[in-house]
């Protein structure tokens, strides 16, 4: 009886506050998710990336990234260069990929660019990762570069 008493009783301050202690309480949980909101959105027009933030899913990036670890993404107006790790996302794919660029094709005529990525810690090259029938990404599966990172 004493666990099913401590899980109620958070529920059990809630009912005895008054009107007054309620309506305060929602005001400031409203308060910190606008805030995170706010924070959120002033990052991504900062970095020009949808997402500023990302956290590292899997050791393909092993010994580099660490599952776990946080990257801090910026997305530059900078063409994309080999070496540099991106963030990327693919048709098909919720989540996306962190891999280091091992080629890029830049064309004369156009602004486009072909992209090569790989994880460190792979054996070969994203291809098996793309959507199917894709050889190359290109600009706009790039989300941002890493520019700093925090270990897990």
């Known amino acids: 009886m004493g666990i099913l ?5 958070p529920f059990e301050e809630l009912r005895q506050m008054n009107m007054r202690q309620t309506v305060s309480q929602i005001v400031n949980l409203a ?7 706010v924070i959120w959105k002033s990052l991504m027009l900062v ?9 590292v899913l899997s050791g393909s990036m092993e ?6 670890d946080i990257l801090f993404l910026n997305l530059g107006t900078k063409p994309v260069r080999a070496g540099e790790i ?8 919720d ?10 094709h830049e064309r004369r005529n156009a602004d486009r660019i072909d992209i090569l990525t790989k994880g460190d810690n792979n054996y070969g090259d994203d291809r098996v990762l793309y959507a199917k029938g894709q050889q190359w990404l290109n600009k706009e599966h790039i989300m941002g570069r890493a520019v700093g990172y925090l270990p897990y």
Not at 86 to 93: A, D, E, P
Not at 95 to 104: D, E, F, L, Q
Request: proline share 7%; net charge positive.
């Open 5 to 9: 008493s401590s899980l109620w009783e």
């Open 31 to 37: 308060l910190i998710v606008t805030s995170a909101l």
């Open 47 to 55: 970095t020009g990336s949808e997402s500023p933030v990302v956290v």
């Open 63 to 68: 010994p580099g990234f660490q599952r776990g």
């Open 86 to 93: 991106v963030v990327f996302n693919v048709k098909g794919r």
């Open 95 to 104: 989540i996306p990929i962190v891999h280091r660029v091992i080629k890029v």
